[in-house]
């Protein structure tokens, strides 16, 4: 049995699943003996298997969403049943292991605010999925100036009235990880990342990301991440480039033609617009983090 480390308070650990019975049966049981002074919430997003019966059967409390409404959603639901000082996110299709919880809390009670369990390189699902994680961890670290091991990972141990200030920006898809990640950091919270081991989906469990689908919505986040975090990050370098583009063509013209032409004053014009747009932006952003911190 685990004990909760001094400074972090009451536990309360949410596990979002969707048909994942099997994982729960498997993972419950384990949770239990580790912490079994923890507050554990099962957010059930529309499942049709035995999730409730499973929950049932072990006295762990179920939140139930009649549909489907996504991971994030899931996520929410559960941040705001938690009653616990520090907060665990887990998946329960078996891929994180109820005894690596301790690693993160024992990483928080050196006094962070939110601990990451980064994946190792052999723990990526796939060789795709590994790349376009590696280039949302290149960014984000380009972002906030601070290493990023693993920018979209679902086990992490947060404080819960930290989070709460951010749950109204978090999304209802998938990309609840990189929203939480971007917000800690933005607000000046202490972040780390602990290495984890990450295990095979329990067979006949299937991820619930679709690689176009989802790729696309992940490119949107990409953007997301730059105007949520920091606008003038994304805005600066493209007005900068377009006002160079306009300047060596203006030069290009002048010398050549000894005019200014109607193409160097357009793209003059719209890197005045985007920087206008990044200043506006930014502004914005301030707004929704203060208002987050009230």
């Excluded at 729960?24 to 002074?37: A, E, F, H, Q, V």
């Excluded at 009670?109 to 060789?127: C, E, F, I, N, T």
């Excluded at 990409?222 to 583009?245: N, V």
């Amino acid at each position: 049995m685990q004990n909760i480390e001094d400074g972090l308070g009451k536990l309360s650990i949410i596990l979002p699943a969707k048909n994942e019975a099997e994982g729960l049966s498997l993972i419950l049981p384990r949770l239990k003996i580790l912490y079994p002074d923890a507050e554990i919430i099962v957010v059930d997003d529309g499942s049709n298997d035995r999730t409730e019966e499973v929950c049932e059967s072990l006295q762990v409390s179920r939140i139930f969403h009649h549909y489907s409404k996504g991971n994030g959603a899931a996520i929410k639901a559960g941040l705001r049943r938690a009653t616990g000082d520090t907060v665990v996110c887990m998946d329960a299709d078996g891929q994180h292991r109820p005894e690596d919880i301790h690693i993160l809390l024992d990483k928080m009670a050196q006094g962070y605010d939110m601990v990451v369990g980064a994946r190792r390189r052999s723990g990526q699902a796939s060789g795709h999925r590994g790349l376009a994680n590696a280039f949302y961890n290149r960014l984000a670290s380009w972002m906030v100036g601070q290493q990023v091991d693993d920018l979209t990972s679902g086990f992490r141990a947060m404080r819960r009235l930290l989070v709460e200030e951010f749950i109204s920006l978090l999304p209802n898809g998938f990309s609840y990880p990189t929203t939480t990640t971007m917000c800690f950091f933005r607000a000046g919270y202490s972040v780390a990342y602990v290495p984890v081991d990450v295990q095979q989906r329990l067979a006949g469990t299937q991820s619930h990301i679709r690689l176009i689908r989802d790729g696309i919505r992940f490119l949107m986040i990409i953007f997301k991440i730059g105007t949520l975090y920091s606008p003038l990050k994304i805005f600066l370098p493209i007005s900068g480039s377009l006002f160079l583009l306009g300047l060596g063509y203006y030069l290009y013209t002048f010398i050549e033609y000894s005019r200014f032409t109607n193409m160097s004053a357009l793209l003059f014009t719209t890197s005045i617009m985007v920087f206008l747009m990044g200043l506006v932006s930014e502004q914005i952003t301030n707004l929704l983090y203060s208002r987050a911190g009230e």
